[in-house]
C-alpha cells in the first residue's frame, strides 16, 4: 500500500467514528412490558408527521418476520391512515395479537372497537351520500316533470 491510501483510509477511519448514528426510540414488546409500553408506542406514532409514519409504515412492510411489537406498531401506523383499507388491516392486525395481561388485551380490545366504529362510519357516511345524490337525482327529475306537464297544459 502506498502512503496516500492509508492517509486516504485513517481519513475515513476518523471520519465515520465522527458520524453520529440514527437514532430509533426503543420499541418494547408487548409482553414485556404489557399496556404502558403499547400506549407509549401510541403516543410515539401519534407525534410523527405523514411522511415519517409513511416511512416506518415502509419499513415495517418490508421486513420478512414480525413479532408481536412490530405487529403492534404496523397496526398503530395503519390506524393514523384515512382510509377503509388501512383501517382493515390495521384490524386485521390487531385480531391477531393476543396478550395475557388483562389491561393489554383491553388496550387491544378498544382499539379494536374503535376501528370497527370508524369503519362503520365511514361506510354509512358513503351510503348517506350515496342516498343523497339519489334524492337529488330523484327531485330534479320530479321537477323537470312538473316543467314539462306545465308547459303542456299553457297552449
Known amino acids: 500500500m502506498t502512503l496516500k491510501s492509508l492517509f486516504i483510509a485513517g481519513l475515513f ?16 414488546s408487548p ?24 416511512r416506518e409504515l415502509a419499513g415495517l412492510e ?16 395503519l390506524e393514523r391512515e384515512d382510509n377503509v383499507d388501512a383501517w ?12 395475557p395481561d388483562a389491561r393489554t388485551q383491553a388496550l387491544l380490545d378498544l382499539m379494536k ?19 343523497q345524490d339519489k334524492l337529488d337525482q330523484i327531485k330534479a327529475l320530479e321537477k323537470s316533470l312538473q316543467q314539462r306537464n306545465g308547459a303542456s297544459k299553457t297552449p
Request: hydrophobic share 45%; glycine share 6%.
Open 13 to 28: 477511519l476518523t471520519l465515520g467514528g465522527c458520524a453520529t448514528p440514527i437514532e430509533y426510540p426503543a420499541v418494547l
Open 31 to 54: 409482553g414485556e412490558a404489557g399496556a404502558p409500553a403499547l400506549l407509549a408506542q401510541l403516543s410515539r406514532v401519534d407525534g410523527l408527521t405523514a411522511e415519517q409514519r409513511r
Open 62 to 77: 418490508n421486513l420478512r418476520r414480525l413479532d408481536a411489537a412490530k405487529r403492534f406498531q404496523m397496526a398503530a401506523l
Open 88 to 99: 382493515e388491516r390495521s384490524l386485521k392486525i390487531l385480531n391477531t395479537l393476543t396478550e
Open 113 to 131: 372497537k374503535s376501528l370497527k366504529a370508524r369503519i362503520d362510519l365511514k361506510q354509512q357516511t358513503a351510503r348517506a351520500q350515496e342516498l
